[in-house]
């Protein structure tokens, strides 16, 4: 069995990633792709806990985020749908959506 430690620690370094990601991309999609490897490091974290305690609560909680995390694609991709047929295009730094 792997101990909780490592896989909270990879957690982590997988939540660094997706949060240097979205904040230093510039395209919507890899925008999107960060914020779910930062779900999926939480996702993590919730069932190396669950292991570590011997509680099914943190499982419960990453199927939830699952769910969640789907909604968001879904989401997402809509509007970015929208905005590439408004704009033309999905970068995030030629899209002035709020300052009209």
């Given at each position: 069995?792997?101990?909780?430690?490592?896989?909270?620690?990879?957690?982590?370094?997988?939540?660094i990633?997706?949060?240097?990601?979205a904040?230093?991309?510039k395209n919507a999609i890899v925008v999107l792709m960060c914020i779910e490897l930062m779900l999926n490091a939480?996702?993590?974290?919730?069932?190396?806990a669950a292991s570590h305690w011997g509680d099914v609560t943190g499982w419960v909680y990453a199927v939830f985020a699952i769910?969640?995390?789907a909604g968001e694609v879904a989401i997402g991709l809509a509007?970015?749908?929208s905005m590439y047929g408004q704009h033309e295009t999905i970068s995030l730094?030629?899209?002035n959506?709020?300052?009209?």
């Open positions: 069995m792997i101990d909780p430690a490592w896989v909270s620690g990879l957690a982590a370094i997988l939540f990633i997706g949060l240097w990601g904040f230093s991309r939480v996702n993590l974290q919730f069932v190396a769910a969640i995390a509007i970015f749908l730094d030629e899209v959506l709020l300052k009209n």
